[in-house]
Every structure is written in structure tokens, then in C-alpha cells.
């Protein structure tokens, strides 16, 4: 691949389960391998990580394989942990960036340090948020900085395991052209089997680079199992991978294109999403007329939707006809679904 692929488990196990994964991801040409040595976990009582006895692993992976290695930092403590250990590369993960004060703690503890910093999105669709963090890092003398871009918490629970909302992306290209973008797949999957077509997806939008989960056993995974690839599954991947060679120009505008295209395929999911909120909470006031005895059509209260959407659409500069004849085709539908 000739972009920056970063590989390795989601948890540093044992010394030869890291071994085995380092060594099985530099054959596969991984520029960083990763794996997490302090775990964030939703519930407590699952696998936290190891901590600090396998920062010694990561370090014998960089001593041993010459293969740079980073891990995931969530307080002051970590990093200096680390850094005693000489790694250098360290991650921000998506609910630390998410909490400007950890991000702040972590940002004074790398003063000085020349550390290079991968920085995930936060769980929220907060594009300021994640610059934030960035801009902390930035402030005490860290510029050596690659975002990664690992999905948005969601509340229903959709295709990935977390929602990648691409169109985010252009606004964070926009306003700091000058950071590495790359994505988790794995982390927006959730699924060993999504990960190949979002890490596709990433490669069509010009994005720089891959960090992917890859276990030597992953069904034995002591966490995130269902997401992870063998190294056999990563070098599939890999090989199937179309990243565009083209002429610069050309290709700035494929990639200004496939933004575009992923804003308005979010869009038009919103539209869906949204549309089937409207129909569920018809068939409640439904439920709630007939209770009542009330009639189903209101025309005065209809009328005023309708002028209110109208309104909306003249100060939006949508054509008049177009509203009208979406909000008919979803009030005919409302009364049905009532
Ligand atoms: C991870 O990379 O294993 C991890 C916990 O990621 P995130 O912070 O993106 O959930
Ligand atoms: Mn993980």
C-alpha cells in the first residue's frame, strides 16, 4: 500500500501474542504496529489491558522487528510511562478526545518530548472538539500530529458499529489541510466482515492512511474479537485495495467529488432517518385521536404546517413546487399511517 498503514491487536495480550501480531503485520509492510496496553471499556470487568508490563513487549517489538510501535495514552501517567520506554508514538483515543481536560493533562505531559500523536475523533460528531484537541497538542509544541478518523457513537444502531458520517471529513480537510487524515475501519465496523469496504471507502476519498485491528487468533481476542482480522483476512485486504494512481489535479478533484458525494449520501440518509421518525410519531397521535374520538384529518392544523414549511423553503431559496409536492406525498402517507 502506498499510503500509511498502522496494524496490530486492539490489546497487547501476552508477549508472544505481540510478537506474533508485530511480526505478522511488518510482513504485511505496516509502517507503525499497534496495540492498546490500557483499554477503555464501556462495562467494568472485561479485559482493562494489561498496562505497563507490556509497554516492555512494544518496546522488544521496536528493538527486535525495527518496526515503529504506538499505543493508546488516557492520562499524564501513561505517557510518562511510555515515554520512559522510549515509545514515542502515541495515540489519543475517541473518549479521551471527547474531554478537554484528559486532553489537556496528556497535551502538558508531552512537553518537549518531540512525541508524534495520532488523534481520534471524539465519540461525539464534534468537529471542534477534535480540533481542540489538536490545537492543545499544538499548543505546547506537538505538531507532529496524524488525526484518524474511527466513526461517531450512534443511537440506533445502524450498518458499522459506529457512524462514519463522511461528510464530516471535508470540513476537517478544510480546516486543517495540512494533518495526515486516516482512518479506523475497524473501530467504524465492528464487524471483521464491514472492515474491507470502509477501509475502500477511505482509500476513494483520498484519505492517507489505515489503522487496522489485526490478531493472530481473533475469535480468542480478549476484546473487540468480532471486529479484528486475521493476518491472512488483513493481507486480503490489502491486496484487494484500489487506491487511485492519477494526476494531481485530477485526482483533487475525485477526492473534492467523493466528499461531495459522501455529503450527500448523509444527507439523504438523514432524510430517511428523519422521515420515519415523522410516520412513527403520526401513528402515535393516532393512537392518541382515537383515544379521544377525535377525526383523523385537521385541516387548519395541516394548513399551517404547510404554510410554515413554505415560509422555510422561500428563505432557504428551495422552489415553492418542490416542497409542496414532498409535503403532500408525506401528509398522504401521515393519514394513512394514522
Ligand atoms: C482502539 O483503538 O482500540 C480503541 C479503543 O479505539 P477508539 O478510541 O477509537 O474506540
Ligand atoms: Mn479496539
Not at 511488518?26 to 496495540?35: C, M, Q, S, T, V
Not at 472492515?195 to 485491528?213: F, H, K, N, S, T
Not at 487511485?244 to 450527500?264: F, G, H, K, N, P
Request: charged share 25%; with cysteine.
Amino acid at each position: 500500500m502506498n499510503k500509511l498503514l498502522i496494524a496490530g491487536p486492539c490489546s497487547a495480550e501476552s508477549r508472544e501474542q505481540v510478537l506474533q501480531a508485530a511480526r505478522a503485520v511488518k510482513e504485511l509492510g505496516a509502517d507503525i504496529f499497534r496495540a492498546g496496553v490500557w483499554k477503555p471499556r464501556t462495562h467494568p470487568g472485561c479485559f482493562e489491558g494489561t498496562g505497563a508490563p507490556a509497554l516492555d513487549w512494544l518496546a522488544q517489538v521496536r528493538e527486535t522487528l525495527g518496526l515503529e510501535v504506538t499505543t493508546e495514552v488516557a492520562s499524564a501517567q501513561h505517557v510518562r510511562l511510555c515515554l520512559e520506554k522510549g515509545i514515542r508514538t502515541l495515540w489519543i483515543g475517541a473518549r479521551t478526545t471527547t474531554n478537554p481536560f484528559m486532553v489537556q493533562e496528556i497535551a502538558d505531559a508531552l512537553k518537549g518530548s518531540g512525541a508524534k500523536v495520532l488523534v481520534k475523533n471524539p465519540v461525539n460528531p464534534d468537529v471542534d472538539l477534535w480540533m481542540g484537541a489538536v490545537e492543545r497538542l499544538a499548543s505546547n509544541g506537538i505538531n507532529d500530529i496524524i488525526l484518524v478518523h474511527r466513526g461517531f457513537s450512534q443511537g440506533l444502531a445502524g450498518r458499522y458499529r459506529n457512524d462514519p458520517k463522511w461528510h464530516l471529513l471535508l470540513q476537517v480537510r478544510e480546516r486543517m489541510p495540512q494533518l495526515p487524515l486516516i482512518c479506523d475501519p475497524s473501530h467504524i465496523a465492528g464487524d471483521s466482515e464491514l472492515v474491507p469496504e470502509i477501509a475502500q471507502r477511505a482509500m476513494d476519498l483520498g484519505l492517507d492512511g489505515l489503522m487496522i485491528e489485526c490478531h493472530p487468533d481473533p475469535s480468542a481476542a480478549l476484546s473487540d474479537a468480532s471486529q479484528q482480522l486475521s493476518p491472512a483476512r488483513l493481507k486480503e485486504l490489502l491486496d484487494s485495495l484500489v487506491t487511485r494512481v492519477q494526476d494531481s489535479s485530477d485526482a483533487a478533484y475525485r477526492d473534492r467529488l467523493e466528499m461531495l458525494r459522501s455529503q450527500i449520501d448523509s444527507l439523504d440518509a438523514d432524510i430517511i432517518d428523519n422521515l420515519a421518525r415523522r410516520m412513527e410519531i403520526s401513528r402515535q397521535i393516532g393512537a392518541l385521536k382515537r383515544e379521544n374520538g377525535i377525526s383523523i384529518v385537521q385541516p387548519v392544523r395541516w394548513g399551517r404546517v404547510m404554510q410554515d414549511a413554505l415560509q422555510r423553503a422561500a428563505a432557504s431559496g428551495l422552489e415553492e413546487e418542490l416542497v409542496n409536492n414532498i409535503f403532500s406525498l408525506i401528509h398522504e402517507a401521515s393519514v394513512r399511517q394514522q
